[in-house]
Nanobody, 123 residues
Framework: QVQLVESGVGLVQSGGSLGLSCAAS??????????MGWLRQSPGKERELIAA????????YYADSVKGRFTISRDSAKNTVYLQMNSLKPEDTAVYYC??????????????WGQGTQVTVSS
């Protein structure tokens, strides 16, 4: 059974940095996903894909809203994907989810999800 468990501190001031991690257990990521992504959802808004990484080749995708500020990375040996968030803004406040896609970095199909982590950026 696949589980994605997120961790990371969720409160930071505007302009600060925060790192999230998502560890997969039960199976190796390569056995159930071609890509891992981070998505976020804030109240009243649709869930959006903000970053994704192909598990084998390391190709990445970033939404325009986070490009240049966020970095996604993976550690295959640890079965873990990371999201480093710098220069955070209040509008980055949202619940952040890691998820696994059997398709690819720009896919809208995600079949395994983390529990969600609240990230709050205070002004």
């Amino acid at each position: 059974q696949v589980q994605l468990v997120e961790s990371g501190v969720g409160l930071v001031q505007s302009g600060g940095s925060l790192g999230l991690s998502c560890a997969a257990s039960g199976r190796t990521v390569s056995s159930f996903a071609n890509a891992m992504g981070w998505l976020r959802q804030s109240p009243g808004k649709e869930r959006e894909l903000i970053a994704a990484i192909s598990w084998s080749g390391g190709n990445t995708y970033y939404a325009d809203s986070v490009k240049g500020r966020f970095t996604i990375s993976r550690d295959s040996a640890k079965n873990t994907v990371y999201l480093q968030m710098n220069s955070l803004k209040p509008e980055d406040t949202a619940v952040y989810y890691c998820a696994a896609s059997p398709v690819g970095i720009k896919a809208k199909t995600y079949n395994y999800w983390g529990q969600g982590t609240q990230v709050t950026v205070s002004s």
